[in-house]
């Protein structure tokens, strides 16, 4: 039973392009995030919800907007994709702010 | 600013071989020092936590340590096995993990 789900793992699509990747965590944490991580395995955060909430929102272009339906779920959608946002993206949950992170197994970007 | 930086970005051992993996951070309270791993195509799996200078935390063959301005990750008698990249982490101002660019250590029987 996995305990921080992304879908989808891979997605390719062209530039301009709309996409969403879904986050699922079944650990009971309060808080999530979405970190994005580049060619050279560079992790870096890019939003944290606490209980649904938005607590950071690094600069990040407007594009990409996260969506908590409820504690469990946190989603990602991105408008008009670019070439550089090609990347893999993961999430993560964790029970305190700054605690310890769980990671999904990330979820493979292509944009052409 | 918070900044974490590791060292070497790169390192190649031989099965048995010991070294030692460097993380130096900006100092302005630490709340925790973390240690993840990750392999290919994978996420990031969490190894420990250290909260205070002298703690030290052991798992298998890697032991981690903790001063006031750095970490080591030491691995003793590494197997191909260890192989993966290591990152480490500290509390951002605010409420998430800032991450180093890691190490790759790549162990060969």
């Known amino acids: 039973d996995t305990a921080v789900s992304q879908t989808p793992k891979y997605l390719v699509t062209q530039m301009g392009n709309d996409k969403s990747i879904k986050c699922e965590q079944n650990l009971g944490h309060d808080t999530m995030y979405w970190y994005k991580q580049d060619s050279k395995k560079f992790l870096k955060i890019m939003f944290s919800?606490?209980?649904?909430?938005?607590?950071i929102n690094e600069t990040v272009p407007n594009r990409f907007s996260p969506k908590s339906p409820d504690k469990a779920h946190l989603n990602l959608h991105i408008n008009s994709l670019e070439l550089g946002d090609s990347a893999v993206y993961f999430c993560?949950?964790?029970?305190?702010?700054?605690?310890?992170?769980?990671f999904g197994e990330g979820s493979r970007l292509t944009v052409l | 600013e918070d900044q974490v930086t590791q060292s070497p970005e790169a390192l190649r051992l031989q099965e048995g071989e010991s070294s030692s993996l460097n993380c130096s951070y900006t100092?302005?309270?630490?709340?925790?020092l973390f240690w993840y791993r990750q392999d290919p195509g994978k996420g990031p799996e969490f190894l420990f936590t250290?909260?205070?200078a002298g703690e030290e935390k052991e798992k298998e063959r890697l032991k981690a340590t903790l001063t006031k301005k750095e970490s080591f990750l030491h691995i003793t008698a590494p197997k191909p096995e260890d192989s993966a990249t290591y990152l480490c982490a500290r509390p951002s101002a605010g409420t998430a993990l800032i991450f180093g660019k890691g190490t790759t250590l790549s162990v060969s029987s």
């Open positions: 919800y606490n209980n649904k909430e938005l607590i």
């Open positions: 993560a949950s964790s029970p305190l702010l700054n605690g310890e992170l769980f």
């Open positions: 100092v302005s309270g630490l709340r925790g």
């Open positions: 250290l909260y205070s």
